[in-house]
């Protein structure tokens, strides 16, 4: 750990500070408009950076209301306002609509209010309008000043000194429904109730044979209704933005009477609609579940807090490197980096999108929401409907679909859409069962449409799967496909999986039945597979880590100085360690990609001892399970434990096996779907290209890992990752989430040198960027 500024990289730390000297800035923080979970990371992280940086940051309570009334509802923060907050739902220092915020007068108040502490940095975390508010105070903000002044509540030196207001937004909302950002804060807790509540009614639907129809919310943006349609696997789906097309009642009637689930937006009217057709043309016994506003509620899931947290330490930055000419932008996500885009942009692109709907563009509407979203749209219409059998051209060609390595959670979401996107491309589907020893033994069966039914919200690997390579059994894998015709191979696992692929691939020369389209698709919850930045499994386990961490840390409530010890897996990779210690708010991180030793992790004890002394009294301090071969998990607890003695104890768990189990996330089952399903149109590509020709595949492309690089999805040769590969210690060289590594020690109040260099420079939004 690099907890001692003494050993950290003084270039980099100096010029760390001094570009980002908050020095004798004050920032204001607000929550606006409709509550989402993870706001309270965004505070958190707002104010742990602006202190870090020197700067004065003060909580806005009630959003503009407490702006305009000024008095106690602003406050100035410390360090220890925002301990134990990163798990709470909400927001802690409250939103409030403010109807005298819309009038200059209450404008002219909340300037007035600012000023009174030298605040001219806001930070406001809110939905579009809350942000084109903020935009509009920053336009008026020199008029506000010299009114002031004419009234005689403030001198002309003051005008001068806070003669600008820069202005960053975060969008917080639920919905997803902003351009200009993948996605916004609240968005994946509220699938993780949306899909909570799916699984615990799915049991009951099929003990009854009831159909169900579930409203979620989403305002204006069917996004929540499409991406649970297809984490659920739900049956029929409308959203605003693609309402159904004339005859859907015969249609949907039709699909219904094989199935019995469907996905209703609370904006597409009376959810008793489908509900009476369902009763009275299909005489089923049928319920309506209304989720409302347990969708907003409950404790965030690990993939906000780490976005929040990541969007506040950008805000503070983007405030202190802000001239008079930078126009008020917001902090978005554009695949693995924060980026900052004009905000006015992105309000307009978003306004754009309910015009479009409004005059019922629909096409338009899909297109401006962004790529993901109708990759989303397209992706679902190709697994729920199967075409009648006469209507699908068939290709002649057999593809087998196998899993290997350890359990991940999704990966039969994985294989559920990989099955239907090829039948629905012509393929026969062949299931390959117990990895490549059951290849080897022949345990290969065809897979239907219906066999993969009910498969995304199941945890391991229905299909089985096993550790066992390749390389021992080519003689008969060979057999095995010249029997049955395998004219293309899906690969869902991790890295063994990428070691079985390239043993394949040198096999070519001598097995010619090898010479096919071979495609991996990385499914590991260690997240350690070349090639790509998130492998299938890697968001459930680190959900399950940091609930564990919640727990634990919430055992210690009644319990004075106590600090936790926590090992997670991932072999040599740190991911789920670095990450988890992020999203969890641990003290420390040990991970094998950042070496440590006895100083630090003595300074690491020295560090948690003075932090007893404040009103923070719990510690918290993972441990990735190959970090080091001498400091363990047990070396590390009774060191910490002897030299906290008398000041603190010490407690340690081994999560073990827990981090693979469990149903899926809603990331992982919407990412394995459609990172299978774009497997699967590869193959049927290259099958085409040689179609009628007999023709061999040889080259270098025609073997791949298929992975998500920045925001692109890229087919990689698998040769050539092999430069990319630390083969030893079963990592890739170069791992994107480690230039995240500082921030979880800068909120955890270490001396930490941060590389500005990634951060967004004001960048002007995409159409697709959503």
């Given at each position: 750990?690099?907890?001692?500024d003494?050993?950290?990289?003084?270039g980099?730390?100096?010029?760390f500070l001094?570009?980002?000297?908050?020095?004798?800035?004050?920032?204001g923080?607000?929550?606006s408009?409709g509550?989402?979970?993870?706001?309270?990371?965004?505070?958190?992280?707002v104010v742990?950076?602006?202190?870090?940086v020197?700067?004065?940051?003060?909580?806005i309570?009630?959003?503009?209301?407490g702006m305009?009334d000024?008095?106690?509802?602003?406050a100035?923060?410390?360090?220890?306002?925002?301990?134990?907050i990163?798990?709470?739902?909400?927001?802690?220092i409250?939103?409030?609509?403010?109807?005298?915020?819309r009038?200059?007068?209450?404008r002219?108040?909340?300037?007035?209010?600012?000023l009174?502490r030298?605040i001219?940095?806001l930070?406001?975390?809110?939905g579009?309008?809350?942000?084109t508010?903020?935009?509009?105070f920053r336009k008026?903000?020199?008029?506000?000043?010299?009114?002031l002044?004419?009234?005689?509540?403030?001198?002309?030196?003051?005008?001068q000194?806070?003669?600008?207001?820069?202005?960053?937004?975060?969008?917080?909302?639920?919905?997803?429904?902003?351009?200009?950002?993948?996605?916004?804060?609240g968005?994946?807790?509220?699938?993780?109730?949306?899909?909570?509540?799916?699984?615990?009614?799915?049991?009951?639907?099929?003990?009854?044979?009831?159909?169900?129809v579930l409203?979620?919310?989403?305002?204006?943006?069917?996004y929540?209704a499409?991406?649970?349609?297809?984490a659920c696997?739900?049956?029929?789906?409308?959203?605003?933005?693609?309402?159904?097309?004339e005859?859907?009642?015969e249609?949907?009637?039709?699909?219904?009477?094989?199935?019995?689930?469907?996905?209703?937006?609370?904006?597409?009217g009376?959810?008793?609609v489908?509900?009476?057709l369902?009763?009275?043309?299909?005489?089923?016994?049928?319920r309506?579940?209304i989720?409302g506003?347990?969708?907003?509620g409950?404790?965030?899931?690990a993939?906000?807090?780490?976005l929040?947290?990541?969007?506040?330490v950008?805000a503070?930055?983007?405030?202190?490197?802000?001239?008079?000419?930078?126009?008020a932008?917001?902090?978005?996500?554009?695949?693995?980096?924060a980026?900052r885009?004009?905000l006015?942009?992105?309000?307009q692109?978003?306004?754009?999108?309910?015009?479009?709907?409004?005059e019922?563009r629909?096409?338009d509407?899909?297109?401006?929401?962004?790529?993901?979203?109708?990759?989303?749209l397209?992706t679902y219409?190709?697994?729920?409907?199967?075409?009648?059998?006469?209507?699908?051209?068939?290709?002649?060609?057999?593809?087998?679909v196998i899993?290997?390595?350890?359990?991940?959670?999704?990966m039969n979401?994985?294989?559920?859409?990989?099955?239907r996107?090829?039948?629905?491309d012509?393929?026969?589907?062949?299931a390959?069962y117990?990895?490549?020893?059951?290849?080897a033994k022949?345990?290969i069966k065809?897979?239907s449409?219906?066999?993969?039914?009910?498969w995304?919200?199941?945890?391991?690997?229905?299909?089985?799967t096993k550790?066992?390579?390749?390389?021992?059994y080519?003689?008969?894998?060979?057999?095995?496909?010249?029997?049955?015709?395998?004219?293309?191979?899906?690969?869902?696992?991790?890295f063994?999986?990428?070691?079985g692929?390239?043993?394949?691939?040198?096999?070519?020369?001598?097995?010619?039945e090898?010479?096919?389209?071979m495609?991996m698709v990385?499914?590991t919850?260690?997240?350690?597979?070349?090639?790509?930045?998130f492998?299938?499994?890697a968001d459930?386990?680190l959900?399950t880590?940091?609930?564990?961490?919640?727990?634990?840390?919430?055992?210690?409530?009644?319990t004075k100085?106590?600090?936790?010890?926590?090992?997670?897996?991932?072999?040599?990779?740190?991911?789920?360690?670095?990450?988890?210690?992020l999203?969890?708010?641990?003290?420390?991180?040990?991970i094998f990609?950042?070496?440590f030793?006895?100083?630090?992790?003595?300074?690491?004890v020295?560090?948690?001892?003075e932090k007893?002394k404040?009103?923070i009294q719990?510690?918290l301090?993972l441990?990735?399970?190959?970090?080091?071969e001498?400091?363990?998990?047990?070396?590390?607890?009774?060191?910490?434990?002897?030299?906290g003695?008398?000041?603190?104890?010490?407690?340690?768990?081994?999560?073990?096996?827990?981090?693979?189990g469990g149903?899926?996330?809603?990331?992982?089952r919407?990412?394995?779907?459609?990172i299978?399903a774009?497997a699967?149109e590869?193959i049927?590509?290259?099958?085409?290209?040689?179609?009628?020709?007999?023709?061999?595949?040889?080259?270098d492309?025609s073997?791949?890992?298929?992975?998500?690089?920045?925001?692109?999805?890229i087919?990689?040769?698998?040769?050539?990752?092999k430069?990319?590969?630390?083969f030893?210690?079963?990592?890739?060289?170069?791992?994107?989430?480690?230039k995240l590594?500082?921030?979880?020690?800068?909120?955890?109040?270490y001396?930490?040198s941060y590389?500005v260099?990634?951060?967004g420079?004001l960048e002007?939004?995409?159409?697709w960027?959503?």
């Amino acid at each position: 750990m690099d907890a001692d500024d003494s050993r950290a990289p003084k270039g980099s730390l100096r010029k760390f500070l001094e570009h980002l000297s908050g020095a004798g800035k004050a920032i204001g923080v607000l929550t606006s408009g409709g509550d989402a979970q993870g706001m309270n990371a965004a505070v958190r992280a707002v104010v742990r950076m602006g202190i870090y940086v020197g700067a004065k940051v003060y909580f806005i309570y009630e959003g503009y209301q407490g702006m305009v009334d000024g008095g106690a509802n602003i406050a100035e923060a410390d360090w220890e306002s925002v301990s134990s907050i990163l798990q709470v739902g909400g927001t802690i220092i409250g939103s409030a609509r403010c109807q005298a915020f819309r009038t200059r007068e209450g404008r002219l108040k909340a300037a007035c209010n600012l000023l009174q502490r030298g605040i001219t940095n806001l930070c406001v975390i809110g939905g579009d309008g809350s942000l084109t508010g903020a935009n509009l105070f920053r336009k008026e903000w020199s008029g506000l000043l010299e009114e002031l002044a004419r009234n005689g509540q403030i001198d002309k030196e003051a005008v001068q000194k806070y003669a600008y207001l820069n202005v960053v937004g975060m969008v917080g909302s639920i919905d997803n429904d902003f351009c200009g950002t993948d996605m916004t804060i609240g968005t994946d807790s509220a699938l993780h109730r949306i899909i909570e509540v799916i699984d615990a009614i799915m049991t009951t639907a099929q003990s009854h044979q009831r159909t169900f129809v579930l409203e979620v919310m989403g305002r204006h943006c069917g996004y929540l209704a499409l991406v649970s349609a297809l984490a659920c696997g739900a049956d029929w789906v409308f959203l605003p933005e693609s309402p159904p097309e004339e005859g859907w009642e015969e249609q949907m009637c039709v699909k219904l009477s094989e199935v019995m689930w469907v996905l209703w937006p609370s904006t597409a009217g009376d959810a008793d609609v489908p509900l009476q057709l369902v009763v009275t043309q299909l005489g089923y016994d049928t319920r309506v579940t209304i989720l409302g506003h347990v969708q907003r509620g409950g404790t965030p899931s690990a993939f906000d807090r780490i976005l929040a947290s990541r969007m506040g330490v950008e805000a503070v930055i983007a405030l202190l490197e802000a001239t008079p000419d930078t126009p008020a932008c917001v902090v978005s996500l554009n695949g693995n980096h924060a980026v900052r885009l004009p905000l006015m942009e992105c309000v307009q692109m978003t306004q754009d999108v309910q015009k479009a709907m409004d005059e019922r563009r629909f096409q338009d509407a899909v297109r401006l929401r962004g790529r993901s979203f109708a990759g989303n749209l397209n992706t679902y219409k190709r697994l729920a409907i199967k075409l009648p059998d006469d209507q699908i051209p068939k290709t002649n060609c057999n593809v087998a679909v196998i899993n290997v390595g350890a359990p991940a959670a999704g990966m039969n979401a994985a294989v559920r859409s990989a099955v239907r996107v090829g039948i629905a491309d012509g393929h026969r589907m062949l299931a390959i069962y117990d990895g490549f020893d059951g290849f080897a033994k022949g345990q290969i069966k065809e897979i239907s449409w219906t066999d993969v039914g009910g498969w995304t919200g199941q945890g391991g690997s229905i299909l089985g799967t096993k550790r066992v390579l390749p390389g021992k059994y080519l003689e008969e894998i060979a057999t095995q496909m010249r029997a049955h015709s395998i004219n293309a191979l899906l690969i869902i696992g991790g890295f063994e999986a990428y070691l079985g692929l390239l043993e394949l691939s040198a096999a070519r020369e001598k097995h010619e039945e090898f010479c096919v389209p071979m495609v991996m698709v990385p499914a590991t919850v260690s997240n350690n597979v070349p090639g790509s930045d998130f492998s299938i499994g890697a968001d459930t386990a680190l959900n399950t880590i940091t609930d564990t961490c919640d727990r634990i840390k919430q055992s210690a409530s009644g319990t004075k100085r106590r600090v936790f010890i926590i090992e997670t897996m991932g072999g040599y990779c740190g991911y789920l360690a670095n990450m988890g210690g992020l999203a969890a708010g641990a003290d420390a991180a040990y991970i094998f990609e950042e070496p440590f030793d006895i100083r630090d992790l003595q300074s690491n004890v020295e560090h948690l001892t003075e932090k007893m002394k404040t009103t923070i009294q719990r510690g918290l301090v993972l441990r990735n399970e190959s970090c080091s071969e001498n400091y363990t998990t047990d070396f590390i607890y009774q060191l910490y434990s002897e030299e906290g003695k008398g000041v603190f104890d010490c407690r340690k768990n081994v999560l073990g096996h827990m981090q693979q189990g469990g149903a899926p996330s809603p990331f992982d089952r919407n990412f394995g779907t459609k990172i299978s399903a774009r497997a699967m149109e590869w193959i049927t590509a290259k099958l085409k290209e040689a179609r009628g020709r007999g023709k061999k595949f040889t080259t270098d492309d025609s073997v791949c890992v298929l992975g998500i690089s920045k925001r692109n999805v890229i087919f990689q040769p698998v040769a050539e990752l092999k430069q990319q590969t630390d083969f030893e210690h079963r990592i890739p060289k170069e791992q994107w989430w480690l230039k995240l590594r500082p921030l979880m020690k800068i909120l955890a109040k270490y001396k930490a040198s941060y590389d500005v260099s990634d951060s967004g420079q004001l960048e002007h939004v995409q159409p697709w960027s959503v």
